[in-house]
């Protein structure tokens, strides 16, 4: 049995640790439960009583020896791969990890995409404030003093302020409920003509369903100067559609009312799904309704101190989520806002 232990003691003191594999043979053989040392453990018991206590000692002390050994080799290798120069093994023909960047979100498409299209026929671009007074939003654009608009149920109001541009008296402020306030104030201060797109967030006190939010966004065009006409307000959208849609979509106008457009209509457009056959999404009638148009209210360029016998001018209004939806047919609004990245993932990349 001392034998044995004193041969197995060498043994394990030679032994090869010097690689990973080396390493997992050495902890095999020695140190297992079914390795040298354990035969000898269980070979304790053909010992005679009265030197069981050394030769147990003896054991152990050559397991505590033979796992310092591994505990040791294990180290050195670790550090020894720890150490080695990062770039030992790299290989710099590899493609890079490509970095994911997200995509854009469809309502900045459609609306980069609709200035676009007009800023080909030289309409630049405007904006204004999001948080407006009375006047801008609804006096100046010809809206009578009882109109529905002006309500509580329908407009966001901020606390009353002393205050706007409308004079000494004191106004509510409100978040507006369309872009045509920039119209007005480019209408007050720029020099005629005038041609301009004014993009913008707009706000409606409404509860938010599938096809209703509080929140939402217009692009508007005006377009001011001497003997402009109907005429030239239908060409205008008719070249929009077709570049915005395709060639085989058509336009119509129907008669409609405004505060600040007379005459007033509502563009419609040949329903993308049926191409005007008839489905549901336009309930048949092969048109969907896009926005609203007109030639500016004589009033309302008196209003903003134009000259209403020499100047004339026409005005569009269109919703961008409702042009969004027709071109990807997206049936709820609420997916615009509520950030699921498995549905922005779906358009254009970064
Ligand atoms: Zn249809």
């Known amino acids: 049995m001392q034998e044995s232990i004193s041969a197995l003691a060498a043994e394990v003191a030679a032994a090869d640790v010097s690689s990973a594999a080396a390493l997992d043979q050495f902890r095999l053989l020695y140190l297992g439960r079914k390795g040298r040392l354990a035969d000898l453990f269980d070979q304790l018991k053909t010992v005679p009583g009265e030197q069981?206590?050394?030769?147990?000692?003896?054991?152990?002390?050559?397991?505590?020896?033979?796992?310092?050994?591994?505990?040791?080799?294990?180290?050195?290798?670790?550090?020894?791969?720890?150490?080695?120069?990062?770039?030992?093994?790299?290989?710099?023909?590899?493609?890079?990890?490509?970095?994911?960047?997200?995509?854009?979100?469809?309502?900045?498409?459609?609306?980069?995409?609709?200035?676009?299209?007009?800023?080909?026929?030289?309409?630049?671009?405007?904006?204004?404030p999001e948080i407006e007074d009375d006047w801008h939003n609804f006096t100046a654009l010809n809206f009578p003093e009882n109109h529905p608009a002006r309500d509580m149920q329908d407009t966001f109001f901020v606390e009353p302020a002393l205050g706007g541009d409308a004079g000494p008296d004191p106004q509510p402020f409100l978040l507006r409920t369309h872009t045509s306030t920039v119209q007005v104030r480019i209408m007050e201060n720029e020099p005629l003509p005038i041609r301009r797109v004014m993009p913008g967030r707009v706000y409606r006190n409404e509860a938010i369903s599938a096809r209703a939010h509080m929140l939402f966004h217009q692009i508007e065009g005006l377009y001011i100067d001497e003997n402009v006409s109907f005429a030239d307000l239908k060409q205008t959208l008719y070249y929009f559609v077709r570049e915005l849609f395709g060639e085989d979509i058509n336009i119509r106008f129907r008669p409609s009312y405004f505060p600040f457009t007379e005459p007033s209509a509502e563009i419609d457009i040949t329903c993308l799904i049926c191409k005007g056959a008839g489905c549901n999404i336009c309930k048949g009638t092969g048109w969907v309704e896009i926005g609203g148009s007109g030639m500016v209210d004589p009033a309302v360029l008196e209003n903003c101190g134009i000259d209403s016998q020499k100047y004339s001018g026409y005005a569009w209004g269109m919703g961008i989520e409702r042009i969004t939806m027709l071109k990807y047919q997206i049936k709820d609004l609420r997916l615009f806002t509520e950030n699921d990245v498995r549905f922005l993932r779906q358009f254009e990349a970064l």
């Open 52 to 128: 069981k206590r050394a030769v147990g000692q003896q054991l152990n002390g050559l397991k505590q020896q033979a796992q310092a050994r591994f505990d040791e080799a294990q180290a050195a290798l670790e550090s020894a791969s720890a150490n080695q120069p990062a770039d030992a093994t790299f290989d710099y023909t590899l493609p890079t990890v490509p970095q994911a960047l997200g995509t854009r979100h469809p309502l900045s498409l459609v609306r980069e995409q609709m200035l676009r299209i007009f800023a080909r026929i030289g309409f630049a671009v405007a904006e204004g």
